[in-house]
């Protein structure tokens, strides 16, 4: 479709903002160097999911699952063993732990 088909298909549409919203799209759009519709319509398409993954796949959220469930037995492993009166408390304990690895 040429540039100039699709400027004849173009209709004005409306969006309901408060006058703060508005200023601050107006400013948004100039720091762009855009015009406000085109700011809007690119932010809006931007986050079309058929273009632009917005989530992770299936295989990243059960790495990233798997990866806290390893930090949280890690936690509790800590909370165990630190007595109650050592003073240490977490960040303390993997200081600890990792100048020991260290030797």
């Known amino acids: 479709m040429t540039e100039e088909i699709a400027r004849s298909l173009r209709r004005q549409r409306s969006l309901h903002c ?4 508005q ?11 855009k015009a406000i519709s085109r700011h809007v319509l690119d932010l809006a398409l931007a986050d079309d999911p058929d ?3 917005l989530v992770l796949t299936e295989e990243e959220q059960r ?3 798997d990866g806290m469930r390893e ?4 936690v509790l492993a800590l909370r165990r063993e630190l007595p109650g009166g050592s003073g240490l408390n977490l960040l303390g304990a993997i200081s600890l732990l990792a100048g020991e690895r260290s030797r």
């Open 18 to 21: 408060t006058p703060a919203e």
């Open 63 to 65: 790495e990233l699952l």
């Open 51 to 53: 273009h632009h993954a």
């Open 71 to 74: 930090v949280g037995a890690f």
């Open 23 to 33: 200023a601050m799209i107006r400013e948004k759009a100039a720091e762009a160097g």
